[in-house]
């Protein structure tokens, strides 16, 4: 089993910055880390993800240029800086691990609980 526990959520201002932290634990292996989000009322969204080098990356198009995932594999720790925020970026912030570098949920096994973002004009 592979613990995930998600930090840095927040309250900010349109154009503000936050920065997202993921920890994993456990049973831990050479990962690839993701970042989904979900508003209310609807579907979880892919954001960015990251192979366990730092090689592959990619983001979806609405962060493209925003928001930055980086790593630090002696910390077992994934971020997300997301700057230039927008009220629509409002959403639970969940990070997963898994052994691919993809943008569905289902290529995932291991999803921490969630990290509360919410964004104000």
């Known amino acids: 089993q592979v613990q995930l526990v998600e930090s840095g959520g927040g309250l900010v201002q349109a154009g503000g910055s936050l920065r997202l932290s993921c920890v994993a634990s456990g049973r831990t292996f050479p990962d690839v880390r993701a970042w989904f989000r979900q508003a209310p009322g609807k579907e979880r969204e892919f954001v960015a993800t990251?192979?366990?080098?730092?090689?592959?990356?990619r983001y979806a198009d609405s962060v493209n240029g925003r928001f930055t995932i980086s790593r630090d594999n002696a910390k077992n720790t994934v971020y997300l800086q997301m700057n230039n925020l927008e009220p629509e970026d409002t959403a639970v912030y969940f990070c997963?691990?898994?052994?691919?570098?993809?943008?569905?949920?289902?290529?995932?096994?291991?999803w921490g609980q969630g990290t509360q973002v919410t964004v104000s004009s």
């Open positions: 990251m192979s366990w080098n730092s090689q592959n990356t």
């Open positions: 997963a691990t898994g052994r691919y570098v993809a943008t569905t949920s289902s290529s995932y096994r291991y």
